[in-house]
């Protein structure tokens, strides 16, 4: 299936969708049968072909404020600071495995600098019955079904397990870290959104990990030519390339996944590597994957934390306490 892509004008994010796919466009050309939107209030020409990532429900929702604070009571929206956020696709009946993904906008590491939307994350499959943990969004999933909204979907929680916002449209932190860890490809990712097959998307239960990589002056306009970062071949299957419009830029997000979060780090330590071969001052955190909490997996990635194969070998060091080797000596 041919997908038009349609760049939001400020950001571009969504052109790194087609980088990882074949046969897809850039805008709406002969041929297409569907069109992803990467802001679901961009404005579309009619086409009449399905559509991800708008509909003319979320476009009433996002500018209709009686409509929105209606939604936000009917689905228990709580304004509270925001402790974790959870992404999935919605087919238009259903939703897709959910993601749970700690994350930073912050431009440097320890939380500090300005904010650049995603700056780094760390995403583990929610094992537990998520709908049980939040009622409401089985409520979320019969109002999108009755819009008929396809496309991605951000939900927000607190610390106090309610819900603090839901979003729509395209996230680009969270579609590639999703995609990583994906059991299908990003096209197929692209079908299940439009109601077609698979009929489910699962993921594995991995742990990834991501940190935007730019270079200087970046997050400052550049003037000239569009200044791009090199990577070798074999490193762009982890490289998710996104212009930033505004500042005549290219920045490069880095995913990658693993059995434990050591392995991940080293991963994108290796990746981040590669890249500093091609270009001079890289700008990126290097706090990727640390200093993390999660919501319903916390005590799954604690267990991430330490590689299980030096666990294995802390184990076998112990040595056992027998009653052979009790002192037996008499006592006076």
């Known amino acids: 299936m041919k997908v038009g892509i349609i760049l939001d004008k400020n950001g571009g994010h969504a052109k790194a969708i087609m980088d990882k796919t074949e046969g897809n466009t850039l805008g709406i050309t002969l041929g297409c049968e569907a069109v992803f939107v990467e802001n679901p209030l961009e404005q579309v020409e009619e086409t009449g072909l399905p559509t991800i990532n708008t509909c003319i429900g979320i476009k009433n929702l996002l500018l209709n404020k ?14 509270a600071p925001v402790f974790s956020s959870f992404f999935s696709l919605f087919s238009g009946t259903r939703f897709s495995d959910w993601l749970e993904v700690s994350y930073s906008g912050r431009f440097m590491a320890g939380e500090v600098g300005c904010m650049v939307g995603f700056s780094t994350g760390t995403g583990l499959r929610v094992n537990q019955n998520i709908l049980e943990a939040f009622p409401s969004l089985v409520k979320l999933q019969e109002f999108l079904s009755k819009i008929e909204y396809h496309g991605e979907v951000l939900v927000h929680v607190s610390d106090r397990f309610t819900l603090v916002g839901v979003q729509f449209g ?15 490809s990003v096209q197929d990712l692209l079908t299940f959104m439009l109601g077609q097959n698979p009929a489910s998307v699962e993921v594995h239960d991995s742990i990834v990990v ?31 390339r996104m212009p930033v419009l505004l500042l005549n830029q290219e920045v490069v997000l880095v ?36 200093h993390t909490k999660f919501l319903l997996e916390q005590g799954r990635y604690e267990g991430l934390c330490t590689s299980p194969f030096q666990q294995k070998k802390e184990d076998s060091m112990k040595v056992p306490i027998t009653t052979e080797s009790v002192d037996k000596t008499p006592g006076v």
């Open 210 to 240: 991501s940190s935007l990589v730019s270079q200087f002056p970046f997050p400052c306009p550049a003037s000239g030519t569009i200044l791009s970062l090199s990577a070798p071949k074999n490193a762009e299957k982890h490289l998710w």
């Open 66 to 79: 009686e409509l929105k604070d209606a939604f936000n009571r009917q689905i228990g929206i709580d304004p």
């Open 170 to 184: 395209h996230f680009y932190g969270h579609f590639s870290m999703f995609a990583e860890v994906s059991k299908v």
């Open 255 to 290: 995913t990658v996944h693993g059995l434990y979060l050591g392995e991940a780090r080293k991963r994108l330590r290796r990746t981040i590597e590669n890249m500093l071969a091609y270009n001079d001052f890289l700008q990126y955190r290097n706090d990727y994957g640390l």
